[in-house]
Structure formats: C-alpha cells, structure tokens
C-alpha cells in the first residue's frame, strides 16, 4: 500500500491506522504486506513511488484517486499509465466529481490548475458540457489518450438508496 497526503493531521491518521492493522488474517495465517506512508503532493510522490520499485511490472495493482476536486494532475494519470511495460496497466479508480463539478469549475480562479488537472488547453470546453458530457469526455480521455482498454462510469450516489450521482 503506498499512501499519500499533503497534510501532517492526515498523515498522522494514516500511521495510526497502519498500526493496528492486523499482521494475521483471520485463518491465523501470516499477511504479507507493506504499507509505505508519504508526506507531499501526489503529483510529486508518484516519481518516487513508481521509482522504488515496489510496485512489480507482473503483479494485479489498483490505484485509487481520491482527490479534492482538481488535485490530480493529468501528467500523474500519464505516468501511473505507463508504468508497466505490458499491456496490463495499473488500475485505475478515479473519482470524479461530477456533482458539483461545474460550480468547481466556475469558481476556480487558477486556470493554470483547470490546465494541468485537464492536461489539455480545452479545459474551458468543459464549462459548457453537461454532467454526462464531461464524464463521457473523461472515459474517452482514458480510452484514447492513456490506453486503457476497459473504462467504465461507476456513479457514486448521494444516498444509499439513491439520490444525485456525486461521483
């Protein structure tokens, strides 16, 4: 597990939970796992993470992006995506927010964030495309421009039994 946060309050919840994870499963056999902990901006820890080589070309890996908004910039996705040198890429889990995302697009006031969020200079298209648009724009991204074979929309709901998509 390789994880990460800019924030000192977060990291510190992080260690936390990875001190009373279990060393056993529930079998009694012996759980072989690391859990790499990092201080920093993603954007800025992925060298670093894909560089140490725990993170084997063979091997099933998912990454999960649970970013605020706008903080996964696109040249990250470009480097997690080309990682493996097969045709098996790392996993993505993405979460998009779609629910608010054009009042987040609206009030961002740094378009050089939109710019490297997007990867793209046509960010400013997505101001005017609906909710299914812009996720339909983001699955072709994926398709097209980091080679990912399989992508699909999992929406996210706001309640368990249903409501707004927010992711």
Same mark, same amino acid.
């Given at each position: 597990?390789?994880?990460?946060?800019?924030?000192?309050?977060?990291?510190?919840?992080?260690?936390?939970?990875?001190?009373?994870?279990?060393?056993?499963?529930?079998?009694?056999?012996?759980?072989?796992?690391?859990?790499?902990?990092?201080?920093?901006?993603?954007?800025?820890?992925?060298?670093?993470?894909?560089?140490?080589?725990?993170?084997?070309?063979?091997?099933?890996?998912?990454?999960? #992006?649970?970013? %605020?908004?706008?903080?996964?910039?696109?040249?990250?996705?470009? *480097?997690?995506?080309?990682?493996? !040198?097969? /045709? @098996?890429?790392?996993?993505?889990?993405?979460?998009?927010?779609?629910?608010?995302?054009?009042?987040?697009?609206?009030?961002?006031?740094?378009?050089?964030?939109?710019?490297?969020?997007?990867?793209?200079?046509?960010?400013?298209?997505?101001?005017?495309?609906?909710?299914?648009?812009?996720?339909?724009? #983001?699955?072709? %991204?994926?398709?097209?421009?980091?080679?990912?074979?399989?992508? *699909?929309?999992?929406?996210?709901? !706001?309640? /368990? @039994?249903?409501?707004?998509?927010?992711?």
């Amino acid at each position: 597990f390789h994880l990460c946060d800019k924030s000192k309050a977060q990291i510190a919840r992080l260690e936390e939970l990875k001190k009373v994870q279990p060393i056993r499963d529930g079998k009694g056999k012996k759980l072989y796992r690391k859990i790499h902990i990092y201080q920093g901006d993603f954007n800025a820890q992925i060298d670093r993470i894909l560089g140490e080589g725990n993170i084997s070309q063979k091997q099933a890996t998912f990454c999960l #992006l649970d970013q %605020r908004t706008f903080e996964c910039r696109w040249e990250t996705l470009e *480097k997690i995506a080309r990682y493996k !040198e097969s /045709e @098996n890429k790392i996993e993505l889990f993405y979460f998009l927010a779609n629910g608010w995302l054009e009042r987040a697009l609206a009030a961002q006031k740094d378009t050089e964030v939109l710019r490297k969020w997007w990867g793209r200079e046509d960010w400013t298209a997505l101001r005017q495309m609906t909710r299914e648009e812009r996720r339909d724009a #983001l699955v072709a %991204r994926f398709k097209k421009d980091l080679g990912y074979k399989s992508v *699909k929309a999992w929406p996210i709901f !706001e309640r /368990e @039994n249903g409501g707004a998509i927010m992711y």
